[in-house]
């Protein structure tokens, strides 16, 4: 008995089989009855059935029962696997996590009838971003290693958006594999920065390697030996003096949890292990959970759908407007910013520095005109001085959000060499500048038949 025991452990499901046995017994069907193969096309049917084993459903429970008797795991022993230690789950959070209103909501539900899950989801991301001191987060990413790339993928995209091309990204001898992994897919060269004895960063090191083709530094907190940073606010600073990003694997967040927030370190991204820091469920490789929480100036950059509130209703916003940052971003320099950045679907200028070489918004707004660009609205918001309110849409290539630009720009240094060009314009259209003055207070709507 104790050797066919034994034997049982060593077969596989597939050797249990017996031709003809079943292991489920389903209601009858509520919906019509069809033969599937004149619904399909044929190419996605197959010539012959796959090959599942036949086995009885004693066969299936007292096979799997044996086999996780076999299991080494966190609910019988202890479980020490270093930096990515199987964290206890209390079982009141599993039961949650198998709500019917969890587990059975399809993917693609209408917004309508989601929507508890979208305001849980709104709410975690709300917390996940003050527990981090962080201004945005997303939960788009399925695991840490995605949260990473997610996270290198927004920092490229943030110095693409201000045309700079950075093309290193350095990474402590001690970090995790999938730092360099992460930096090396997004197509940046990894750079290893030396750590001293005691563990701790080489501060000195990664100050000489600092510099402006770097575009990011990635580092666990605490790092992969077990130790707090102590220098990690000096780290962030040298970094930021150079216009590097700064990225924190949030692997170790358990152990500086509630002690203080990566934000206030200094940290321009963070990921979250949820599986690990805060108990969702990951057995059998998943579902994993890696959301990604940023600072404000990389928001624009998150990935999308987030989830949004109006009012009580909460949707999935699949916009994510870049266009106006981006043009903000490239005027800041010539013209004046009404209000800091990041901004949303239009960014609002001022020409209040032009105005002072004798040329207005509305000057400027006629010079586009013969630079082939219709003029953004202009004096509004109100509040504004000489204001330009630029709205591109997300439909613009950035080819023609370039060419506008550069258009601004060239006003921008018409104004300080030939402000006569701009006080003229426009001179290419078929009608030349109008008395706007008699346009407003005599205006000529309707046709009539002169003598």
Known sequence: MAHSAAAA???????????????????????????????????HLRSEAPALPEVSE?????????????????????????????????????????LAGFARLHPLAAEA???????????????????????????QPAAGAQGEFAGVLMIRAYHRSRGEKRTKVLVPDSAHGTNPASTAIAGYEVVEVKSLANG????????????????????????????????IVEITELCHAKGVQVYMDGANLNA?????????????????????????????GGPGAGPVGVKAHLEPFLPVPVVTKDGDVYALDWKRPLNANYIMKRLEKVYDIAVPGPCMHECVLSARRQKKLGVTATDIA??????????????????????????????????????????????????????????????????????????????????SRRP
Not at 58 to 69: A, E, G, I, P, T
Not at 113 to 139: C, F, K, N, P, T
Not at 210 to 221: G, K, P
Not at 257 to 277: A, Q, S, W
Request: hydrophobic share 40%; with cysteine; aromatic share 8%.
């Open 9 to 43: 452990y060593d077969k596989l499901i597939f050797e249990l089989s017996s031709p003809g046995r079943v292991a489920w017994s389903l209601a009858d069907a509520d919906v019509p009855e069809a033969d599937a193969r004149t619904l399909l096309p044929a190419k």
């Open 200 to 231: 701790e960063v080489d501060v000195d090191a990664l100050a000489r390697t600092l510099d402006t083709d770097v575009a990011a530094f990635m580092i666990t907190v605490p790092n992969t030996l077990g130790m707090f940073e102590p220098r």
């Open 58 to 98: 004693f066969d299936v429970v007292r096979h799997y029962s044996r086999l996780s008797r076999m299991n080494y795991g966190v609910d019988t022993h202890f479980y020490p696997l270093g930096s990515c230690t199987m964290k206890y789950n209390p079982r009141i959070n599993e039961d949650m996590a198998r």
């Open 366 to 447: 006629k010079r586009l005109l013969d630079l082939g660009f219709y003029a953004p609205s202009t004096y509004f918001p109100l509040i504004v001085e000489e204001a330009l309110m630029i709205e591109p849409t997300e439909t613009e290539a950035k080819e023609t959000l370039d060419q506008f630009c550069d258009a601004m720009i060239q006003i921008a240094l018409e104004t300080e060499t030939t402000a006569a060009v701009i006080h003229d314009a426009p001179l290419t259209t078929p009608v030349r500048r109008l008395d706007q003055t008699k346009a407003a207070r005599e205006p000529d709507l309707r046709w």
């Open 256 to 284: 500086i949890l509630g002690i203080t927030r990566p934000g206030d370190l200094g940290f321009d991204v963070c990921h979250f292990n949820l599986h690990k820091t805060f108990t969702t469920p990951h057995g059998g």
């Open 113 to 139: 009838v989601a929507q508890g899950a979208l305001q849980l989801m709104h709410e975690l991301a709300r917390d996940l971003a003050e527990i981090a001191g962080m201004d945005a987060v997303s939960l």
